[in-house]
């Protein structure tokens, strides 16, 4: 069983200017990793913008959230039907008066698992207290890999684990992303199953 951290990768990720902002008071009712109800989809962002370029934008894009291809929607679904969120988003590329547009999709990622074996990991963690909030711990080496329990993610392909503060996948989902050529815009780093 493998499981591969994920995160934009700055200079290879398109970057689309989204006409919302998804930190909206509305969403932050619900926990960002659980599905919201249909109308809150009109919270998102419905188009970006992306820069003119010759090639189609990245498989991965940053618009505010995490946005993926239609071709990376299918893979996911394909391993995890109906456990995820994908919030249509038109991506335009070019300038208003010329551009194409690319249909994507903003994906909430509703699958939580925050279970890691600290003991055995190599990682710094860091508090954060706000005033009026429960302390945070966020993983900050992220050069070294964390160990994860095998019997949290068995059988789980897309997942947040909110405690280290990041996104995981299995490598299942890793591998067909690979073979599909649906990685570019991303960076990838494999971790401990045990």
């Not at 689309?16 to 509305?26: G, H």
């Not at 934008?57 to 071709?71: E, G, K, Y």
């Not at 890793?174 to 990838?188: A, D, M, N, Q, S």
Request: charged residues 25%; neutral net charge; hydrophobic residues 40%.
């Amino acid at each position: 069983m493998e499981a591969y951290w994920f995160a934009m990768k700055d200079g290879e990720m398109t970057v689309a200017k989204p006409n919302r902002d998804i930190t909206s008071m509305p969403l932050r009712q619900y926990d960002w990793n659980a599905p919201i109800p249909i109308e809150m989809f009109a919270h998102y962002p419905s188009e970006a913008w992306a820069p003119p370029r010759k090639r189609p934008p990245t498989s991965w894009l940053a618009a505010a959230a995490f946005s993926v291809s239609p071709d990376v929607k299918a893979t996911i679904e394909e391993l995890e039907s109906g456990v995820h969120q994908f919030i249509p988003l038109t991506v335009k590329s070019g300038t208003r008066a010329e551009h194409v547009d690319y249909p994507y999709f903003s994906l909430r990622i509703c699958q939580r698992i925050d279970d890691v074996l600290v003991e055995k990991s190599d990682v710094e963690w860091r508090a954060y207290e706000f005033e009026g909030a429960p302390t945070i711990r966020r993983w900050s080496k992220k050069q070294a890999p964390l160990v994860l329990p095998a019997s949290s993610i068995k059988g789980k392909h897309l997942w947040a684990n909110r405690e280290a503060g990041i996104d995981l996948m299995s490598g299942d989902l890793y591998h067909r992303l690979i073979e599909r050529g649906l990685t570019k815009g991303l960076r990838f780093q494999q971790q401990i199953v045990e």
